[in-house]
């Protein structure tokens, strides 16, 4: 079987990586630089004049950083480095704040996106033919299209489905064989469900590529185990160019590998902006090095991981492997003292044996104070009191616990929303 789908880039010695990427770095600089003016300000303002002052990656962390609203400011296509006449696609998403984050593409960059996304499928143990089906949304979103690009790229049969219309999802699964299937984590679980109350199996399929948003360990190995799956946990997002730039992990499941001749990681303090040594975590910060039409150079992601190995991998991959993603800097939740992530409470959630992978996490503010209610679905032999007490004692603190029945909770076909707010004075 396949193993890479370009095995000089994704198994290049660390010297032979290093020196690509100087270059590559020298190259993105005098890019954005010569070509556009927002970025040549920032970096004028810093006393950096020519192109030539930078170019070398220790000289990286003297750069500055760039965030979602840099791209708010800018909208629509005030940091775009190339000419409306060679943009061929955006997309776009509108960020938990609404400020919109637009993304443009010429054609090399679609090619870029469609290699990175070719690398993952072959990763994952895709190879020619296979039939893949695609259930994040065709749109603005860039789920739908990125997998799009990139199963063309590795020649595999696609499935464009979209999101929703479950059933019918099913069924194509069924009728065309799907061995891959590709998604938001929630959406697949709903997938689940339906397949249960269609009494349909899938036997062919074999390989889930998810990503999207931060899912437990215990949420991977429920959906392996149903699907009889082994799934891949797959990053990018709308600012590095889409699903699948960053990476993916490999069948070692050993850390998402970065490809890290096209896009540079930092871990920096999410607080003081300052670097983190490796294993420590902090918020990703990213620098491409091969996109035109709208290069980031050091975007604070605001998504919290560590880097957790440079060394060569078992799969033979050299590309540096991050931990998956814990959760964002901004949905860290405080409540009465004690910090958590929501993936911790879907993690703890689902070690109670009944409950289900459908759950809300309702933060009530009475008079200034905060509670949180979690309301969870789970068979008869769960109750509110298991959930509170298992919860304490993982987390820390005593939240409310209301158990539903099976599909009493609401179903999302892309992102779930996890986090609910509700105050007194509403
Ligand atoms: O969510 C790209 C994507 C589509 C990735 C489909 C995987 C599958 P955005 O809508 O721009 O793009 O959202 C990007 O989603 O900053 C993370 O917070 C989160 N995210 C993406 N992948 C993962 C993952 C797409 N594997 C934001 N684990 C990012 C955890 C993820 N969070």
């Known amino acids: 079987m396949k193993r890479y789908f370009n095995s000089l880039a994704e198994t290049m010695s660390a010297d032979e990586l290093k020196s690509l990427q100087n270059r590559r770095l020298g190259e993105t600089l005098r890019w954005v630089l010569t070509r556009n003016d927002y970025y040549r300000?920032?970096?004028?303002?810093?006393?950096?004049?020519?192109?030539?002052?930078?170019?070398?990656?220790?000289?990286?962390?003297?750069?500055?950083?760039?965030?979602?609203?840099?791209?708010?400011?800018?909208?629509?296509?005030?940091?775009?480095?190339?000419?409306?006449?060679?943009?061929r696609e955006m997309h776009m998403s509108s960020g938990s704040t609404g400020s919109p984050?637009?993304?443009?593409?010429?054609?090399?960059?679609?090619?870029?996106?469609?290699?990175?996304?070719?690398?993952c499928y072959v990763m994952a143990g895709a190879v020619s033919g296979n039939p893949v089906q695609i259930t994040p949304s065709f749109g603005l979103f860039n789920g739908g299209f990125g997998m799009y690009h990139g199963a063309r790229k590795a020649e595999l049969f696609v499935i464009p489905t979209g999101s929703g219309n479950t059933e019918r999802q099913v069924r194509l699964a069924k009728d065309f064989n799907t061995k891959i299937l590709c998604g938001v984590v929630s959406y697949t679980i709903r997938i689940l469900e339906v397949m249960r109350e269609m009494k349909i199996e899938l036997p062919c399929l074999k390989i889930g590529i998810f990503g999207a948003e931060s899912f437990s360990d215990g949420m991977r190995k429920r959906i392996e185990l149903e699907l009889g799956i082994e799934s891949f946990d797959?990053?990018?997002?709308?600012?590095?160019?889409?699903v699948g730039t960053l990476g993916m992990?490999?069948?070692?499941?050993?850390?998402?590998?970065?490809?890290?001749?096209?896009?540079?990681?930092?871990?920096?303090?999410?607080?003081?902006?300052?670097?983190?040594?490796?294993?420590?975590?902090?918020?990703?910060?990213?620098?491409?090095?091969?996109?035109?039409?709208?290069?980031?150079?050091?975007?604070?992601?605001?998504?919290?991981?560590?880097?957790?190995?440079r060394e060569k991998c078992d799969c033979g991959r050299t590309h540096l492997r991050i931990a998956p993603i814990t959760g964002r800097t901004d949905d860290m939740l405080i409540i009465k003292g004690v910090n958590f992530f929501p993936k911790q409470v879907e993690h703890a959630l689902l070690e109670i044996p009944g409950v289900l992978p459908h759950y809300q996490i309702v933060i009530e503010e009475v008079d200034g104070v905060r509670d949180v209610r979690i309301n969870v679905e789970a068979d008869e032999t769960v109750t509110g009191y298991m959930v509170e007490k298992h919860l304490k004692e993982r987390l820390g603190f005593s939240p409310k616990g209301d158990v539903f029945k099976p599909g009493e909770l609401p179903r999302q076909d892309g992102k779930a929303q996890r986090v609910f707010y509700k105050n007194n004075n509403h």
């Open 41 to 87: 300000k920032r970096f004028t303002a810093l006393g950096l004049k020519q192109p030539e002052d930078f170019g070398d990656m220790e000289q990286l962390p003297e750069l500055p950083t760039l965030n979602k609203e840099d791209f708010r400011q800018t909208y629509p296509l005030g940091m775009c480095c190339v000419g409306n006449n060679e943009i």
């Open 234 to 242: 797959i990053y990018g997002m709308t600012e590095t160019g889409g």
């Open 101 to 119: 984050v637009v993304m443009p593409y010429n054609e090399a960059d679609l090619e870029q996106w469609a290699e990175c996304m070719a690398r």
């Open 249 to 309: 992990d490999c069948p070692a499941h050993a850390g998402i590998h970065v490809w890290e001749d096209q896009y540079l990681v930092e871990v920096l303090d999410p607080v003081t902006g300052k670097p983190l040594p490796d294993g420590q975590q902090g918020e990703i910060v990213v620098t491409s090095l091969t996109r035109q039409a709208l290069p980031v150079i050091r975007f604070r992601t605001g998504d919290l991981s560590k880097i957790v190995s």
